[in-house]
């Protein structure tokens, strides 16, 4: 993404969200391009942010939030995830739900990444439950 040929960046950035929408067509019944089908700034400003994030760790050493979970103790948390997310595994939300003493799991059947109205309505009775009475 660095590279000095816009031409060389473009490719980088049509095969970044080729992936990416692959990977999103098991939910969108490959009709759309969710990804690749943004406009040519904001796909360049998708795929860089990943990259950099993606090449730096996120700035984390490996295996840490699941290692450091555990001191979450006490702190209330709804893990939703969507059993056909191919970018972020089940087995991931799996594992923190583990880690994290007293986390709830919901797994959405019919969602992936994208989501799926099942999926926010999950969300929004999790976001009702946290919210401070007034």
């Given amino acids: 993404m660095e590279h000095p040929d816009p031409a060389v960046r473009e490719k980088a950035t ?3 969200c080729a992936w990416e929408d692959a990977v999103l067509s098991g939910e969108t019944g490959g009709a759309s391009n969710p990804y690749g089908d943004r406009p040519t700034a ?3 400003a998708f795929v ?4 950099h994030y993606f090449s730096h760790g996120a700035w984390l050493e490996e295996g840490v939030l699941l290692h450091d979970a555990g001191r979450l103790a006490g702190v209330p948390g709804v893990l939703i995830h969507g059993r056909l997310d191919l970018g ?4 991931t939300a799996w594992e923190l739900h583990r880690a994290w003493p007293g986390a709830e799991l919901i797994v959405v059947e019919n969602a992936g990444h994208l989501g799926t109205a099942e999926t926010r309505e999950h969300v929004l009775r999790a976001l009702d439950r946290f919210a401070v009475n007034s």
């Fill in 42 to 44: 904001a796909r360049l």
């Fill in 88 to 91: 972020g595994p089940l087995q």
């Fill in 14 to 16: 049509a095969d970044w």
């Fill in 48 to 51: 860089r942010i990943c990259a």
